[in-house]
């Protein structure tokens, strides 16, 4: 055999040896990514079930106090967490989504645990849907310059008195 079908064997046998490792890489993937799925019951995540919420343990304290909330019959988690239209709900629940599984497999979350901004505003976006004359008295009282947060005042309405909940305090 020549130095060109020497060559060609080694290229051959590289070749073989990359597309195992890459089927290896790609079935670890798939079967951490698959355990990961059915663990974490990631299709529930779909649904506006408000049980949903409380998958992770992390949740169960806001889920028992929405139940003895003012908003329980009339208000399920994804009403006032998630943007109202079709889009900004799901990107939002997939943002958060992955957000939330790398705080708790991470365990570097706040505690107790504090919404962000970026949430906040969505909240607040959601109170001024459902309670617009209400608020819109309110913000015209206040006057304009100052921006009204309505879970300043109203900080137990959907979730009843701050829990600890676990996790690393900050």
Known sequence: MGTAGAARQRGVAGSARLLLSLAVLAGIALGVGGYAFVYAKAPSYLSAEPRVCANCHIMQAQYDSWQKSSHHHVAVCNDCHLPHDFVGKYMVKALNGFNHAAAYTLQNFAEPIVIKPFNARIVQAACESCHRPLVNDATMARGTS?????????????????????????
Request: aromatic share 0%; charged share 10%.
């Open 146 to 170: 100052e921006a009204a947060s309505c879970v300043h005042c109203h900080q137990s309405a959907g979730h009843g008195e701050r829990a600890s909940l676990g996790g690393p305090s900050t």
